[in-house]
């Protein structure tokens, strides 16, 4: 298996990132958060997750170790494919979803698209002995100082599968925490917060 990648970040897409390494282009599934942490033409590493299906050979990139592990583990749930398992890291960080199921939070984890009810007292139920404490890690990504965080956030959100005018209302309520300094990350979370209470 694919451990890591490192390499140039040769494009960026709206829910991909391609890093070049050894003269090939590698292409890895990422989560807004972790787009937000990339730039063309700059060196990065990520955590890798490979998913092999019958017809496809798809890699995860992350931005740590912890939220590869935390995706790989929250699969081993029944009926949590991988779009599901990145969904969840893109709404809730690795820590967020220990104290969720730990908590038995149920609401925590429907704010993720694709978890109904059912499906997150399933997780709970069948995670809750193996998802372990919360570490103190990060529970967003490093702050992005640039303008064009209100499209980030609204691309993340409508490839999170939100429609384009849910996505605008709510990157409107979060503008006023953008600050000097917006965090692409923690203001989708807070984008994804105020869908799921709408």
Known sequence: MIAFVRGEVAALTLSSAVLEVGGVGLELMCTPGTLATLRPGAKATLATSMVVREDSLTLFGFADDD?????????????????????????????????????DDVKT???????GQKGAQRIILELKDRIGAPTGGRSAAAPVASAPWRDQVHQGLVGLGWSAKDAEKAVDTVAHEAGDAPDVAALLRAALRTLSKA
């Not at 590869?68 to 893109?90: D, I, N, R, W, Y």
């Open 67 to 103: 939220e590869k592990q935390t995706f790989e583990l929250v699969q081993t749930a029944s009926g949590v494919g991988p779009k599901v398992a990145q969904a969840m890291v893109a709404v809730l960080s690795p820590d967020d979803l220990r104290v969720a199921i730990a908590g």
């Open 109 to 115: 984890l429907m704010k993720v698209p694709g978890i």
